[in-house]
């Protein structure tokens, strides 16, 4: 009953542990690795217009599931994000399209001129 009110007030638990155990993950990196995951971290909150927070989340525990394989084999992080930090970002967001807010806008924006058609 608690857990329920709780959530009710804060949201879903499941999704908080998620993100504590991401952010446990990426402390573990080493130094390099964890500040291109603060960067890439810092642009998606700004870059990345998902409303979902199970679907940031999901985004960013892949993030680090990526750049921790990377840091285990040796592989540079110019390796991983490229020349262009900014391409891989806006390619790796858009891998996670269904959870942006823009989405229901661009629902609505659809059905919105569908209804007006037919009243013409």
């Known amino acids: 009953m608690t857990a329920k ?17 991401f952010k ?14 603060d960067g890439l971290e810092r642009y998606f909150m700004y870059a990345a217009p998902i409303a979902k927070g ?27 994000v490229g020349e262009d930090p900014v391409e891989f970002a806006e390619a790796f967001i858009a891998n996670y399209a269904d959870g942006q807010w823009i989405d229901k806008e661009r ?3 659809v059905e919105t001129i569908d209804r007006s058609a037919e009243e013409v």
């Not at 959530?7 to 993100?19: A, H, I, N, S, Y």
């Not at 394989?69 to 540079?76: H, I, L």
């Open 107 to 109: 629902r609505r924006l």
């Open 54 to 80: 199970d679907v940031y989340v999901q985004m960013l525990e892949d993030l680090v599931d990526l750049v921790e394989r990377a840091a285990v084999d040796g592989t540079p992080v110019r390796s991983i």
């Open 5 to 21: 009110w709780l959530e009710l007030v804060t949201g879903p638990l499941e999704e908080k542990r998620r993100w504590r155990r």
């Open 24 to 37: 446990q993950r990426k402390e573990q990196l080493p130094a390099g690795y964890r500040r291109a995951m």
